[in-house]
């Protein structure tokens, strides 16, 4: 009875292994984008780590019960819950390009954007209604081609007394 536990332990960690090494590189990524940290030089990101770290533990202790379903679906969903839980920390400058984004549109314009989730399926992960997801990400979209005209480097204010016109708040396409 002992040898087969074992043996299904050492299974299952084979098997969250081979997804680390698949999924790792690009979670790494997506945590690098939430928490503004520069993704050179290697090390930079601790941040980063520690927050991709606590959600493949999680996603490791939760690994007998997917049943068949997505481990890197899992995976980012603890990520950007952690994020989300903790965004208060990740709200200094770093210098990259989402700097100008506040911690919720990181999270909205990341998860919508380079991850590819649907708007309804974001909107589901965080808690929020869809046309909330849908007004935040075309906002951050906004900040991003404006480049984040009347807020400061940290993300603070709208408007700032530039003069310029609010950007328009209409769908943006997936």
């Known amino acids: 009875m002992a040898e087969r536990a074992t043996h299904r332990d050492r299974l299952r960690a084979l098997e969250f292994e081979a ?5 790792g590189g690009r979670l790494l990524h997506t945590a690098t984008l939430l928490t503004g940290e520069p993704s050179q030089p290697p090390g930079a ?3 980063a ?7 493949l533990a999680r ?10 379903g997505d481990p890197y679906d899992r995976a980012r969903r603890e990520l950007a819950l952690r994020f989300a839980r ?3 920390r990740h709200q200094r400058p770093r210098g990259g390009p989402l700097d100008r984004l506040t911690p919720i549109e990181r999270l909205v314009l990341v998860l919508r954007m380079y991850e590819e989730v649907g708007e309804e399926q974001t909107a ?3 808690g929020l209604p869809a046309d909330r ?10 900040a991003l081609r404006t480049g ?3 807020r400061g480097p940290a993300g603070a204010g709208r408007g700032g007394g530039t003069g310029q016109a609010p950007a328009p708040r209409g769908r943006v396409a997936p």
């Open 19 to 23: 997804f680390v090494a698949g999924a």
């Open 45 to 47: 990101y601790v941040r």
């Open 49 to 55: 780590e520690a927050l991709l770290r606590a959600a």
């Open 59 to 68: 996603t490791y202790a939760d690994w007998d019960r997917l049943h068949g």
């Open 86 to 88: 903790e965004a208060r």
């Open 124 to 126: 589901a992960l965080l």
């Open 133 to 142: 997801v849908r007004a935040v990400c075309a906002r951050a979209v906004a």
């Open 148 to 150: 984040g005209a009347g």
